[in-house]
């Protein structure tokens, strides 16, 4: 199993990006939480361990990721018969794309 961290916030910039840093391993980063999010690594620490961290009731951690295959058997089926596909079908339809992406502005 992999070693689990806890991140401390060390400091909100004026900025409002705010310094992490792990007191185990060294890593340091810095979260900008927008309008769009950013994480900047200053120092990578334990790039194999597990690293988490709470501020204000929002809390960080790792990404778990599992395979589709293991959620579900079959893949859902789609159709464009769907009615409540028919607006974006109608508008398909009218759009001329080779117009769109072909024109010479």
């Known amino acids: 199993m992999d070693q689990e961290h806890e991140m401390i916030l060390e400091k909100t910039h004026p900025s409002g990006v ?3 840093y792990c007191p185990i391993c060294g890593r340091r980063l810095l979260m ?34 599992i395979s ?22 109608a508008w398909l339809d009218e759009v001329d794309f080779d117009k769109r992406w072909n024109d010479e502005a």
């Open 18 to 20: 705010d310094e992490w």
């Open 68 to 89: 589709l295959k293991d959620t579900a058997s079959e893949e859902p089926v789609v159709s464009v018969e769907d009615p409540r596909l028919a607006p974006w079908v």
């Open 32 to 65: 900008d939480y927008g309008p769009k999010f950013k994480k900047t690594v200053l120092v990578a620490g334990d790039e194999y361990a597990v690293h988490s961290g709470a501020k204000g009731g929002l809390r960080i951690g790792s990404t778990r990721v």
